[in-house]
Structure formats: C-alpha cells, structure tokens
C-alpha cells in the first residue's frame, strides 16, 4: 500500500519556477527520509535533494544548491521541491523516493518510487 504520487511538472522557461509534490501514502512521513531523484535521456539518475526524518536535515546535490528547496508538510504527508531559476540542464523526469535508510544510504537508493513528472526548461 506505500505509494508516492509527483506532480507539479511541466515547461517553463530558462530562470522560472515549479513547485513539485509528491503526496506519499500507506506510510508515515515523520519516520522516513524523503528523496528526490531526476532522470534525463541518455544520462545517470541523479540525487536532487533528500530530507532527512527525525530532524529535517536536507541535502541537495551541488548543481542544484541555492536554486532548489526540499520541505515536507507532515499533516498532509507531502513533499515538496521548489525549483527556482531553472536551467535548460534541469530538464528531467523528476521522481520521489524513499530511501532504503536514509538520506546517507550509499549508494542513494530508492526502495519505493513514484511514476515521476516531467520538467521541461526550454526557451
């Protein structure tokens, strides 16, 4: 019954904003840590952002450090990555996960998904 649902992708242009969600359910966000995970064409999966579960400490990977913001809204067992003054580089099926562990797992591991929301940043 886990499940995580994105959404809040879609085209915008160099130097705009999305905010995305990802709505978990059949678990508790407060006991798991939360990651942010993005895929291109013809490129590795990349570690976005990740938050922790016991105090909130976040991460975020360096190409993104700055632009993005990971937060969580507990009562309505959400997630959330604000993503400001987008590049085309951003451009990517942008997934949530649960980690294994945590926000250290190495490697950084999802063991439940979401079906991801594309972004597209193009002029």
């Known amino acids: 019954q886990v499940q995580l649902v994105e959404s809040g992708g879609g085209l915008v242009q160099p130097g705009g904003s999305l905010r995305l969600s990802c709505a978990a359910s059949?678990?508790?966000?407060?006991?798991?840590?939360i990651v942010w995970f993005r895929q291109a064409p013809g490129k590795e999966r990349e570690g976005v952002a990740c938050?922790?579960?016991?105090?909130?400490?976040?991460y975020y990977g360096d190409s993104v450090k700055g632009r993005f913001t990971i937060s969580k809204d507990n009562a309505k067992n959400t997630v959330y990555l604000q993503m400001d003054s987008l590049k085309p580089e951003d451009t990517a099926v942008y997934y949530c996960?649960?980690?294994?562990?945590?926000?250290?797992?190495?490697?950084?591991?999802?063991?439940?998904w979401g079906q991801g929301t594309q972004v597209t940043v193009s002029s």
């Open positions: 996960a649960r980690p294994v562990y945590g926000c250290h797992d190495k490697p950084l591991t999802g063991e439940y």
């Open positions: 938050i922790s579960n016991s105090d909130g400490t976040i």
């Open positions: 059949g678990f508790t966000l407060g006991n798991y840590a």
